[in-house]
């Protein structure tokens, strides 16, 4: 059965940081290139930031870049999202998703709030 499954969002002022965790099972991590996407809420999905297969590539909306982080675990199978200087417009329901041409995989997403 595919898995992934996120962690690590919640409630963080403006300002701070978080880092979201994807946990992936039931297929070949390695050949999967990942993503990050998000919905805020009363809109649309939005993508984040992605991730090639071998981890050597990195891609951020301008929105994110030089707040956020991709990586990916070399020996295991987890996409990691280090958000920092963390604002109100970021807050959204995080979705990791699994990108390959034979099909994509999608989490059950985290909250993360930015409040104060």
């Known amino acids: 059965e595919v898995q992934l499954v996120e962690s690590g969002g919640g409630l963080v002022q403006p300002g701070g940081s978080l880092r979201l965790s994807c946990a992936a099972s039931g297929f070949t991590f390695s050949n999967y290139a990942m993503s990050w996407v998000r919905q805020a809420p009363g809109k649309g999905l939005e993508w984040v930031s992605g991730?090639?297969?071998?981890?050597?590539?990195?891609y951020y909306t301008d929105s994110v870049k030089g707040r956020f982080s991709i990586s990916r675990e070399k020996i295991g199978n987890r996409v990691y999202l280090q958000m920092n200087s963390l604002k109100p417009e970021d807050t959204a329901v995080y979705y990791c998703k699994a990108i390959s041409p034979w099909g994509d995989y999608w989490g059950q997403g985290t909250q993360v709030t930015v409040s104060s």
């Open positions: 991730i090639n297969s071998g981890g050597s590539s990195t």
